[in-house]
């Protein structure tokens, strides 16, 4: 690893995406993501690459398009409206097949909402997020470090299985300052015969398209890219375990509000309740079965999560409806306090769900 400096988490992605090999970004500014735009309007013109501040949300995602057919590694960033905007891109990057790394720092919503931190994208993010039959990898950091490592790794992920990738933030995380151990340049290589990159009279024409006009070629393509997707929920599931070995209710969160509940966790240790907490990293693909695993043993789950419960329906799923999942939650940009969820831990534990 690299120095370590203090940085806020959307200055810590936009860094770690230059030393991941990032020299495109196209963007355009909403609260509260603008930082790394700004921080790489700063940054891309001193080192030979490329930064634009396009006319819209649409017109930079089709940018970002026009980048990754190319084989460069491109990003983009927004917030929740802005993300909206950008979905009928990113169902294009997926239908070309094509890596390239979004980043949402989520505000509340619907609408145009509020500018405070939020996590009601997470259907939008792991449910598709827009038209057709895809799915993008997502990943949810936790801290200024993980905006930095997961972005290295989002990019990785992007170009190893050719599809869109997306670090899923919130505004805390995005405006919160921490010490960040940053990496030294490691851009992996990846071959990539398909991209765009003029054939100098040695190969035939590559063609990038999302467009299949015969049902019978559509329908085979999405069988095969789905068979990608098997690979990845079996390879690349990341999570972490906290305080598991012998837990009895299991609390599941991401992002922000995993710190908030680790803290409510050590609370109710302290009071002799036995909680532990596994927290999703790539929420799609989704620790299913970890988590199928723990229904075994756990009498109660809770899951942590700033919406009106979204995540839940997914933990649900995984753990087949084998025992209760309970919800704690804040919304509209409030964030659940470790009190919060300490009481929801203690009522779970007496058998109670409120």
Known sequence: MGEKVLMKGNEAIAEAAIRAGCMHYFGYPITPQTEIAAYMAKRMPKIGGVFLQAESEIAAVNMVLGVAATGKRVMTSSSSPGVSLKSEGISYLAGSDLPALIVNVQRGGPGLGGIQPSQSDYFQAVKGGSHGDFKKIVLAPSSVQEMASLTSTAFDLADKYRMPAMILA?????????????????????????????????????????????????????????????????????????????????????????????????????????????????????????????????????????????????????????????????????IPSPEEVLAKIEKVNEGGNK
């Open 170 to 334: 919130d505004g805390t995380m995005g405006q919160m300052m921490e010490p960040v151990e940053l990496p030294e340049p490691n851009a992996k290589t990846f071959d990539k015969p398909w991209a765009l990159t003029g054939t100098k009279g040695e190969r035939k024409h590559n063609i990038v398209n999302s467009l299949y006009l015969k049902p019978e070629e559509l329908e085979k393509t999405n069988f095969e890219r789905y068979e990608r997707y098997k690979e990845i929920e079996e390879n690349e599931v990341l999570y972490e375990e906290y305080l598991m070995e012998d837990a009895e209710i299991c609390v599941v969160s991401f992002g922000i509000t995993a710190r908030v509940a680790k803290n409510a966790i050590v609370e109710a240790r302290a009071k002799g309740i036995k909680v532990g907490m596994i927290r999703p990293i790539t929420l799609w693909p989704f620790p299913n079965k970890v988590l199928n695993a723990a229904a075994d043993k756990c009498k109660a789950f809770i899951s942590v999560e700033m919406n009106m419960g979204q995540m839940i329906e997914d933990i649900q799923l995984a753990i087949e409806c084998k025992k209760p999942v309970y919800l704690c939650n804040r919304v509209g940009g409030m």
